[in-house]
Structures are given as structure tokens and as C-alpha cells.
């Protein structure tokens, strides 16, 4: 009788068990495309323009997004991917020079400077993050991926090359999908310039922009295709991003750089939207009595007294001196002149500086929208995704709560 209760027992417990739901699986690790279209104004998604880019801001998270400043290309990306504002990460403007590195001078054109290390270690991009965590990573392209930064490259990478073509850089993209699942990208970037382009040539109100805008959103449909293709759509989470805006600028509002500051007393470092000036040795009170009084159109500051606001001045790379020009208007040396077109680098409250930002994809909150957003935040939104332990940086989480469902 002990033995039949015993099997009796044992069949009631077996059967329970298998009404038991199994432990659920973790979703996997969604692939995390980080897309930057440069110079994107946020409003030029209200211009009709971008079926593909709208849909996906309707249903994700969208909203306009406030750059570092300066409102500058290199610094911007490099500020997206770390989270440190221009200041810390050292990426300070697309041109540049170092103490530390005397003679040498950072520019984008310089392959030599653009791929030194010693130019981007003070920032350590989520790419960099990510290779160490054992993730895979690719970029498409992103200021900064040509270096070695503290020793590590992203997996899949090519050196940026202007000519090719928004359809062609999707293409490649999708090709690095193709790869074997156990070593396919989790963590990619993609990086469209020809809004920018057309922005600085022919101004943000242009045929010109609007064409390049809508080349840019078929470039995405033709990505969102290949994703489909792949069955990957509903493991993608986008986050497209802008580095800035672009402001209107015209030969009628120039402010001339005064005669001290555009001798020898002075080297001008970068004009335009912003004004870099190191005065030369003995001079320094000369060439601040210049620039360090009331202008009309611009406002000049030594380099450890800028608007607290502006979180930018001590950095070593830094200028002695910054001038910053009322948007719309060009700081600019005696003999250069200006076309009708466009700029940036001003004022990053300035609303012609608001730069495009999206998310979308699994987790993503639908339909919102969001009228305060940083880019210093979205590197934290991006270690979330990927669920990586990310360096300390400038930035905080409240993006990352407010674009991703609890």
C-alpha cells in the first residue's frame, strides 16, 4: 500500500509540473543602428518631404533635439557617442590645435589628424564600449571610427569617402548584415552628409535642401527594405539622430574682424559662426581691448569666462579667445567674403540650431514626443539598448526613461 500511495504521489507531482509555464527567454539583444543625417534641422520633418522618416517618428519617439555647442559637426557626433560635452571630450571644433602637439593642426581634411588617436582619447565612444564588452560593432560612417581610440576600432569600418552614394552606404551596411548571426553588428552607425552640403551651399529655405532631404528618406526606406528582407525589422531599434541645425546667411550680415585681431598681434584660429583668436605673445592686451568690448552682432568672451550655459572654455584646445555671432550673421577676416547660403556653430539655444531626433523599434515608447531633449543624453540611451556599464560622462538617464517603455 506504501509503495501504490508513493507512485500515487509521484504522478500527481509530475502532472502539476507540467502544467508549469516554462521560464520565459529573453528577448534577444535588439541591433542597435544609429543613423546621423548631418545637418537635419529638426523642422525639416514638417515639410512634407519624408514619408519614411515621419512614419517612423509617428509611431516612436521623436522631438527636437538641443546640440552642444559649439554647434559644429565633429564635435556634435563625438558628443553623441560619449556623452562629454565638446569641453571634456576635446573634440572642441572641426578645426583645431593642442598645446600639447605643437605645430600640428587638426582639420577634417587631414587624414593624418583625423585618424590620431591622441585627437579623440579624451572621450571614449560607445564603439569602443561595446568591442570591449565582446559586442560587435560597425561604422558607416562616423567621425572618430578611422582612429584607434584607446587601442580598440570598431570590427567593420570604412574610411569616410564623400562620393559614395546614401543608397551605396545603405547597401554596405545591409552587406555587414548578411555575415553569420553569431557575428553580425549588434551596435552600427550610418552617416548622411548631403543635407548638410546643401544647407552650407544654398541655404535651409532651398530647392536644394529639400531635395537632398527627400534623397536621405529614400535611402532609409531602401534600409527599413533590406531589414524586412533580412527578417530583421522587428529586432532593430533606430535612433536617427542630426549633429545640428543650419541658419540662413547672407553678404549683408558680416561682422568684420577688427584690424589688431587680423594683424600679426593675433593667429585666428576659425571664423565664421564662432570666432577662435590666440593673441601672440605681448600682445594679449591689445587684441583683447579689441574683441573684449560690446559689438553689435557679436558677443567675445576670454576662454574661462563664456555663459556657464554654454559648458564650453576649459579645455586646453580652446582658444584664448571666442567670439560667438548672432545667428544668421558670419565673423569673418577683411578681404573674405560671403554667399547666400547657410551656417552653423551658433548658439545652441538658437531654435535654427535644433537637430533631428528619432527612436524607434522594440521597447521604444510609440507616439510620443518629447520637447526637451539634449544630445549629450543619447549615449545613455544607446548604453541602455545595448546594455552596457558605460563610462562616466556629461549626460544623465532622462532620455533614455522617456524614450523606452518600463
Excluded at 86 to 102: K, L, Q
Excluded at 150 to 170: N, Y
Excluded at 246 to 267: F, K, N, Q, W
Aim: net charge negative; charged share 20%.
Amino acid at each position: 500500500m506504501f509503495f501504490r500511495l508513493m507512485a500515487v504521489l509521484a504522478a500527481l507531482v509530475l502532472a502539476g509540473c507540467s502544467t508549469l509555464s516554462p521560464s520565459p527567454t529573453p528577448p534577444p539583444r535588439p541591433l542597435v543602428m544609429l543613423i546621423s543625417i548631418d545637418g537635419f534641422r529638426s523642422d525639416y520633418l514638417d515639410r512634407g518631404l519624408t514619408p519614411v522618416l515621419s512614419r517612423l517618428a509617428r509611431e516612436g519617439t521623436t522631438g527636437p533635439m538641443e546640440p552642444s555647442f559649439p554647434t559644429k559637426t565633429f564635435p556634435n557626433h563625438y558628443t553623441l557617442v560619449t556623452g562629454l560635452r565638446p569641453d571634456h571630450h576635446g573634440i572642441v571644433n572641426n578645426t583645431m590645435e593642442d598645446p600639447a602637439m605643437p605645430g600640428v593642426t587638426f582639420r577634417l581634411s587631414d587624414k593624418a589628424a583625423v585618424t590620431d588617436r591622441r585627437w579623440w582619447d579624451d572621450g571614449e565612444p560607445v564603439w569602443v564600449t561595446a568591442e570591449n564588452a565582446g559586442l560587435h560593432t560597425a561604422t558607416l560612417f562616423w567621425p572618430g571610427s578611422e582612429a584607434d581610440i584607446h587601442g580598440v576600432r570598431p570590427e567593420r569600418s570604412l574610411p569616410f569617402d564623400q562620393s559614395m552614394t546614401g543608397d551605396a552606404r545603405v547597401d554596405q551596411f545591409l552587406a555587414w548584415l548578411d555575415d553569420p548571426a553569431a557575428g553580425r553588428p549588434d551596435f552600427g552607425t550610418l552617416y548622411f552628409d548631403i543635407v548638410d552640403t546643401a544647407g552650407h551651399h544654398f541655404g535651409p529655405d532651398s530647392a536644394e535642401v529639400n531635395e537632398a532631404v527627400a534623397s536621405v528618406d529614400a535611402s532609409i526606406a531602401r534600409l527599413l527594405a533590406g531589414l524586412q528582407a533580412r527578417g530583421l525589422e522587428d529586432r532593430v531599434v533606430l535612433v536617427v539622430v542630426a549633429d545640428h541645425g543650419m541658419a540662413a546667411i547672407s553678404p549683408d550680415r558680416v561682422v568684420r574682424i577688427g584690424p589688431v585681431t587680423a594683424s600679426d598681434a593675433a593667429r585666428v584660429i576659425y571664423s565664421g559662426a564662432i570666432l577662435g583668436v590666440e593673441p601672440r605673445p605681448g600682445h594679449e592686451d591689445e587684441v583683447r581691448a579689441e574683441l573684449l568690448v560690446p559689438h553689435d552682432h557679436m558677443q567675445c568672451w576670454d576662454k574661462g569666462h563664456l555663459p556657464p550655459r554654454l559648458a564650453f572654455g576649459t579645455h586646453r584646445r580652446v582658444p584664448a579667445i571666442i567670439c560667438m555671432a548672432e545667428t544668421g550673421w558670419e565673423i569673418l577676416p577683411p578681404g573674405r567674403e560671403v554667399r547666400e547660403g547657410g551656417d552653423h556653430g551658433f548658439d545652441n539655444a538658437a531654435p535654427e540650431m535644433r537637430a533631428l531626433f528619432i527612436a524607434h523599434g522594440p521597447g521604444v515608447a510609440a507616439g510620443r514626443r518629447l520637447e526637451t531633449l539634449r544630445n549629450v543624453d543619447v549615449h545613455a540611451l544607446l548604453g541602455r539598448l545595448l546594455g552596457l556599464t558605460l563610462p562616466a560622462d556629461d549626460g544623465d538617464d532622462r532620455l533614455a526613461r522617456a524614450v523606452l517603455v518600463p
